[in-house]
């Protein structure tokens, strides 16, 4: 893997939890052109920045789920979701159960 994709990559695990993140601030902060750095990633990882940063942040939601006392907006927040409901949404359409669904699951 590149460096410049590498620098990409730590980006977003130092950042995912901002809200406002999104592919022209990664690209302005590594110092690539936009087009060029999604291009790139995606050719590296195969997966687009949008899909692997949003895939990050639900590994991350899945960490703070086993959390018992962490209510699911908090979970979103802290993951870099302003919307529960849409956090709840993505998590569901990309992991097949809800965050819900899933925290009850870690506990059986």
Excluded: W
Excluded at 40 to 59: A, D, H, I, P, Q
Excluded at 91 to 106: A, D, M, Q, V
Aim: net charge positive; aromatic share 12%.
């Amino acid at each position: 893997m590149s460096a410049k994709i590498s620098n990409v990559l730590v980006y977003i695990r130092e950042h995912y939890s901002d809200a406002e993140l999104s592919t022209r601030i990664i690209s302005e902060r590594t110092y690539l052109s936009l087009s060029y750095m999604c291009v790139l990633f995606k050719k590296e990882t195969g997966s687009t920045v949008n899909e692997y940063l949003t895939e990050f942040r639900l590994v991350k939601a899945k960490e703070l789920l086993k959390k018992q006392h962490l209510k699911l907006y908090e979970v979103a927040s802290m993951v870099g979701f302003n919307d529960a409901n849409y956090f709840s949404f993505i998590f569901k359409k990309l992991n097949g159960i809800s965050p819900s669904e899933f925290r009850e699951r870690e506990r059986a």
